[in-house]
């Protein structure tokens, strides 16, 4: 009963309780009750971002409580992280079991909204995402090593392993190879495995989808894809949906707008098959060359409506 009712209670509340005796103090910092804590607020908790250009550029990141069967969301400011410059458009956060990771310029920061704990850590590309592996409950950071692209046979990846479930900045870093692609997208985190749209000499007619396993930090497969699937990153989306891969591709109308897209769902990793369905959207969205750069999507909230900031 004393763990149903902590799990319900903010951080800055448990945070005090750990004063209260040795008993409470040791069932807040244990691993069991942290996993409890994290898992009911990833599962009711609704999280998005939003970035400042100007003058004083910072992240602001916002949740809201859903209810089960409603679309509406009331946002409240979570916290806000200074001192972040992205490029206008260009590279975006990602959010992995409620931490949010960002890649500017050289560095690479993880924000924990439930704490306001950040951490920041120099990577060595652009492409730098942040993955998590649910069974040994640990987060870690893989980065493409852009010096080494021009390789023909192979490239290399710096896999950043984090401590504390991510809290205690990083524990260790490893390369691994894989045959030689080239990245289209920045990574999704999906169940314990990382998915990014690439180009490879192996399947020259239609781009592919990177799996690569969190846990054993190897990368298990190309996956192929129809042809209308990845674009580019400036047409494509990459989202959870339903607990699988999915990407959005809007259809554009003729004018620089669309009222419709194509949601593309991977339905079997193994066979690499894919499933469709057309939305109709109410009102038309504008639609430019960078629209998948700066369009925000994690996925769906509880309704199953998918949830898209343009």
């Known amino acids: 009963m004393e763990v149903e009712i902590l799990t319900r209670l903010p951080v800055k509340s448990l945070m005090k309780f750990l004063c209260v005796s040795k008993t409470w103090s040791s069932l807040i910092r244990s691993q069991t009750f942290a996993a409890s804590y994290y898992a009911r607020s990833y599962e009711t908790r609704s999280r998005f971002r939003v970035f400042v250009h100007g003058g004083a550029q910072r992240l602001l990141i916002f949740s809201g409580e859903e209810e089960t069967f409603s679309s509406s969301l009331d946002a409240n400011l979570d916290m806000t992280v200074p001192s972040v410059t992205l490029a206008l458009g260009g590279s975006k956060c990602t959010s992995v ?78 390369n691994v190879t894989s045959p030689t692609y080239c990245p289209m997208t920045k990574g999704l985190n999906i169940n314990g495995f990382m998915y990014f749209g690439a180009w490879a000499p192996s399947h020259r007619t239609t781009p592919v989808f990177v799996c690569f396993d969190v846990r054993y930090e190897r990368i298990l497969s190309f996956i192929t894809t129809p042809k209308d699937v990845l674009v580019c990153e400036a047409f494509s989306i990459l989202i959870e949906y339903k607990g699988k891969l999915a990407v959005i591709v809007p259809r554009p109308s003729g004018d620089p707008c669309f009222d419709c897209f194509d949601l593309w769902i991977l339905e079997d990793v193994t066979k690499h098959e894919w499933s469709k369905q057309t939305f109709e959207l109410p009102l038309s969205l504008p639609f430019t060359a960078g629209m998948g750069k700066r369009m925000i999507s994690q996925g769906t909230n509880k309704a199953g409506e998918i949830i898209c900031i343009c």
């Open 97 to 174: 079991h409620g931490f949010f990771g960002c890649c500017h310029g050289s560095n690479f920061t993880i924000c924990n909204p439930s704490t306001g704990q950040i951490i920041t850590f120099p990577c060595k590309g652009p492409y730098t995402s942040l993955g998590y592996d649910p069974v040994d409950d640990q987060f870690k950071a893989l980065t493409l090593v852009p010096a080494l692209y021009s390789n023909p046979s192979f490239i290399v990846h710096e896999v950043i392993t984090l401590g504390g479930r991510g809290g205690r900045g990083v524990v260790s870093r490893s």
